[in-house]
């Protein structure tokens, strides 16, 4: 699904939810994984100007979950140690969403690149 503005956030968010509903997650966990969808679709948006984020189910023997990888080729992040502590932000934020996302789900990876761009992999496993 695209990222270009806070329209397609909103969607991609709608799409996560159905998606943990699909997987049986309780209400709490689908809030949990739409919240995080919120937070680096918000970012992408806002520091990348544009991106793309995508939604599956997978598998892991007989674990079933959902993995959300956002993709974008804006600045990327200089320093990714300091953007992952609580409290950082270089905009108005509250500097909770990167380590906030990265709390709320199982799995969280992080690869960024000045000048080309950062891909962000979650996953959420069921209980």
Request: overall charge positive.
């Given at each position: 699904?695209?990222?270009?503005?806070?329209?397609?956030?909103?969607?991609v968010?709608?799409?996560?939810k159905e998606?943990a509903?699909?997987?049986?997650?309780?209400t709490?966990?689908?809030?949990?994984?739409?919240?995080?969808?919120?937070e680096?679709?918000?970012?992408?948006?806002l520091?990348?100007k544009?991106?793309?984020?995508?939604?599956?189910?997978?598998?892991?023997?007989?674990?079933?979950?959902l993995?959300i990888?956002?993709?974008?080729?804006?600045?990327?992040?200089?320093?990714?140690k300091?953007?992952?502590?609580?409290?950082?932000?270089?905009?108005?934020?509250?500097?909770?969403?990167?380590p906030?996302?990265?709390r709320?789900?199982?799995?969280?990876?992080i690869?960024?690149?000045?000048g080309?761009?950062t891909?962000?992999?979650?996953?959420k496993?069921e209980?």
């Amino acid at each position: 699904m695209p990222l270009l503005n806070d329209v397609d956030v909103l969607k991609v968010r709608k799409y996560g939810k159905e998606l943990a509903a699909a997987l049986q997650f309780s209400t709490s966990e689908r809030t949990i994984v739409a919240t995080a969808i919120s937070e680096i679709a918000r970012n992408t948006v806002l520091y990348a100007k544009a991106g793309a984020m995508h939604l599956r189910l997978i598998r892991n023997g007989m674990k079933r979950g959902l993995m959300i990888v956002a993709t974008d080729e804006g600045p990327g992040i200089p320093d990714l140690k300091l953007a992952m502590q609580d409290g950082y932000t270089t905009s108005r934020g509250l500097g909770i969403g990167l380590p906030g996302a990265k709390r709320l789900m199982d799995e969280f990876d992080i690869v960024s690149e000045v000048g080309k761009g950062t891909v962000i992999t979650m996953k959420k496993w069921e209980r």
